[in-house]
């Protein structure tokens, strides 16, 4: 009796394998279960059995892919004395899951085709993991200058971001406009530059000033 | 003898429009001659007499974009008298070209997925086009910050840059981190924040310190 449960189970996990390079690949509209069946060796009988309809297997592909993400995610020192020292903490562990090279590349890869064509798994994702780790970069700067306007804040906290990001998300570009420089190896240099630059903006917005000026 | 001149000049365009809309949304690799075709009620014969194959179709398509893009530019304000207005003025103008809801989105579509798929077409647009906007900035952060090491004002230059494109590129997760933001409405006031963010870094940077220091 053993045996139909395990190759049922096996058969939902190379489905969810093939999709997971499917869609990282091909994003979730141009994705096709028959190249996923095809390369799971299962019928698509199976994936009706197992996940319902390509929603539900994209759905569930994203899940699996975050989680796996989350468990291999690089741990923060922990509690580190200054607001200072968690922000630069903070950079360069988020450097370091976008650009580690040792990690799979698939949540990547599925978070670009979803910047380009948003699906509900985009919500999810950043009620789940995205607004998280905006929140504790958020927290870190309202430490460092408690009297920024809540919109100055946001702005703010946006910037350290936008600065992280662009390494993965503009890697292409970085390569060709500096061959000699390689993000990926070079993680605590770029986390250095990006905290000093932010805590010098940051330390600088807190001189009141009036957000409505321009 | 006009006619089949003028028809051929027309097949010609209704290819370039259909290919351009293809590419642009799905990218060089899943494009298809076929859909291309349809669309442009031409046969392939016509792809292969007027463009070559796939990979020329594509590289002039790019072209196109590109001169159609540079032409409708918004222009930036004539020689601003100090860098500080230069980087404002420079910051303004990018920002309202990456967002502004009234320009042409094949360029960014196209980046876009040159951005997760490069392909030739790439290298062609750093050389032409996203170096000189780079070094348009990295020129004013050279003026601001003449002390500043080769390699400082280069990741100077890259926060910079990397703060207007976010808006582009990240907006699906702006827009869900903050319902009530809207880049596109508020290009000057997004402006305003990434140059004095940006000033008030570069200022700091210019104190003489090693760039080996960690």
């Not at 923060?76 to 968690?86: D, I």
């Not at 430490?143 to 992280?164: D, G």
């Not at 503009?170 to 530059?193: F, G, M, T």
Request: glycine residues 2%; proline residues 5%; hydrophobic residues 40%.
């Amino acid at each position: 009796m053993a045996r139909p449960d395990g190759r049922s189970a096996d058969t939902r996990r190379r489905l969810l394998d093939a999709a997971l390079e499917e869609f990282a690949r091909e994003g979730f509209r141009r994705a096709t279960i028959e190249r996923i069946c095809r390369r799971a060796k299962a019928n698509i009988a199976a994936v009706h059995y197992h996940f319902g309809d390509k929603g539900r297997l994209y759905a569930a592909v994203v899940e699996h892919a975050d989680e796996r993400a989350e468990a291999e995610r690089p741990r923060e020192r922990a509690a580190a004395s200054s607001p200072e020292e968690r922000l630069r903490s903070h950079v360069t562990a988020f450097l370091r899951r976008l650009l580690d090279p040792k990690r799979p590349t698939w949540m990547a890869q599925l978070l670009a085709h979803e910047l380009l064509e948003p699906t509900p798994a985009l919500d999810r994702l950043v009620r789940r993991r995205i607004r998280a780790n905006h929140d504790q970069i958020a927290g870190i700067i309202r430490e460092l200058a408690p009297h920024l306007s809540r919109e100055a804040a946001r702005l703010a906290t946006l910037s350290v971001i936008a600065q992280c990001v662009f390494y993965r998300h503009s890697a292409a570009i970085v390569s060709r406009l500096y061959p000699d420089l390689h993000p990926a190896q070079e993680i605590d240099r770029l986390a250095d530059h990006v905290t000093r630059f932010s805590l010098a903006a940051i330390g600088s917005l807190e001189k009141p000033r009036e957000d409505v000026a321009s």
